[in-house]
C-alpha cells in the first residue's frame, strides 16, 4: 500500500466528517469478514479471516510442560505473530523481531490478563505438568485494523482447539506420577475471550474498522480489549493519544 497524498488524506478527512466514508460505511460500522476454521493440518485447532485486504492465518498447537511459578494450577498461552513490516507503510522501518515481540506479547496479555479463558482446565498435575497453548499468527497481509482481526482469528482458533484427555497415574509422592494420553479431547470456552476494539481519531471524529487508508491520515489511535458483557479487560494505545471521555460522545 502507497503512502497517501495530501489531496488523498483530505479526500477521507472530509468523508468522515459528512459521515460517509470512501467505502460507504459509517464512521462506527464495521467490513463484513469471514472465518474458516479447521483449515491447517497438524494443528489441534486454526482459523483464517479474511476482513477486506487484511488476511492472517493462526494456528494452535498444545503441549505438556511444566506451569507458570506464579500459576502452578492452571495451563497458559503463548502467542507469536509474524509480521513483515513492509506489508504496510505504518509499519516500514521497524525492525521485524521488535515489531513481532510487541505484537505477541499485546495479544498474550489479552488472553492471560483478562481472567476470560479457563486455564485452571489445562492443569494436570499442579506445580508440575500442564497443558501449553501455542498461539502461532502469520500476517499474510494488512489492509488496516490489524489489531481487531487478529483478536478474531486467535478467537476462533482456539474455540476449535481439541486438547487431548489425560489420565494421571499418581505414585506415593506428588512428584512421582505418569501420564497417559486417551483417545477424547475437550476444548476450551472461550464463551468470554475478549476480541479487540480499535477507535482511530480523524479530524473532529472517531471511527472504527479503519482501512489502511485511514491509518494513513495521522489520526490517533487506541485500542480496547472487550469482552462479551461489554468489560474492557485492557487498553493498548497506538499513534498518538484520544480523550476517553470524546469517546463517550460518540
Known amino acids: 500500500m502507497h503512502k497517501l497524498a495530501a489531496g488523498e488524506i483530505d479526500f477521507i478527512e472530509k468523508g468522515i466528517e459528512l459521515g460517509v466514508r470512501a467505502d460507504g460505511r459509517g464512521r462506527l460500522d464495521y467490513r463484513p469478514f469471514t472465518i474458516e476454521t479447521g483449515i491447517i493440518s497438524q ?5 483464517r479471516i479474511v476482513l477486506d ?9 498444545v503441549e505438556i510442560g511444566e506451569p507458570l511459578k506464579d500459576l502452578p494450577s492452571q495451563g497458559f498461552v503463548e502467542v507469536a505473530v509474524d509480521l513483515n513490516p513492509s506489508v504496510s507503510p505504518e509499519f516500514e522501518g521497524r525492525s521485524a523481531a521488535a515489531l513481532n515481540t510487541e505484537i ?5 496479555r489479552l488472553l492471560m490478563q483478562s481472567n476470560s479463558l479457563p486455564l485452571s482446565e489445562l492443569s494436570l498435575v499442579p506445580h508440575h505438568q500442564c497443558w501449553v497453548l501455542y498461539v502461532d499468527a502469520l500476517i499474510l497481509n494488512a489492509g488496516g485494523n490489524l489489531f481487531d482481526a487478529l483478536s478474531l482469528a486467535i478467537r476462533a482458533a482456539l474455540k476449535t482447539t481439541e ?9 506415593s509422592i506428588p512428584s512421582d506420577f505418569e501420564l497417559e494420553l486417551t483417545d477424547s479431547t475437550f476444548s476450551l470456552d472461550v464463551t ?15 471511527i472504527v474498522d479503519a482501512t489502511g487508508e485511514e491509518e494513513n491520515c495521522n489520526g490517533s489511535r487506541v485500542t480496547f480489549g472487550v469482552s462479551k458483557d461489554g468489560a474492557i479487560c485492557g487498553i493498548q494505545q497506538g499513534q498518538g493519544t484520544i480523550d476517553p471521555l470524546i469517546l463517550r460522545e460518540q
Open 53 to 61: 485486504a487484511t488476511e492472517i492465518l493462526v494456528g494452535v498447537k
Open 163 to 171: 486438547i487431548p484427555r489425560v489420565t494421571v497415574i499418581q505414585g
Open 43 to 47: 494443528t489441534n485447532g486454526s482459523a
Open 192 to 206: 468470554m475471550t475478549p476480541v479487540f476494539i480499535t477507535f482511530t481519531r480523524i479530524g473532529d471524529h472517531t
Open 104 to 108: 505477541s506479547e499485546v495479544m498474550r
